[in-house]
């Protein structure tokens, strides 16, 4: 069974930038497609980007379009979030997940099999 094991979040001023680690454990990611969620303080999980096997296939919320970019490295077995111009909005707990085989829709949560335990992202204004 893969394990997941976020890292990269804390603090950071609006107009900043930080980048996320997702490192798997257990089994290869190279077979799976991968996504990014986020969850803020008294809100539901939700989806962030998405990224395809190979990595030449993303997909982003409308809300960090053209400011956070998804990657992979299949060979280190690691996912990447890169994230700019944070605003506060952006405040979360940011987990990576594994898409399951034969999922529906790359944006629902029951879609994702594995999950890590999360990594807190702070923005202040």
């Known amino acids: 069974q893969v394990q997941l094991v976020e890292s990269g979040g804390g603090l950071v001023q609006a107009g900043g930038s930080l980048r996320l680690s997702c490192a798997a454990s257990?089994?290869?990611?190279?077979?799976?497609?991968m996504a990014w969620f986020r969850q803020a303080p008294g809100r539901e999980r939700m989806f962030v980007a998405y990224i395809s096997m190979s990595g030449s296939g993303t997909y982003y919320a409308a809300s960090v379009k053209g400011r956070f970019t998804i990657s992979r490295d299949n060979p280190k077995n690691t996912v990447y979030l890169e994230m700019n111009s944070l605003n506060p909005e952006d405040t979360a707990v940011y987990y990576c997940a594994k898409y399951r085989e034969r999922g529906n829709s790359v944006t629902l949560q029951n879609d994702y099999d594995v999950w890590g335990q999360g990594t807190q992202v702070t923005v202040s204004s």
């Open positions: 257990g089994r290869t990611l190279s077979n799976s497609p």
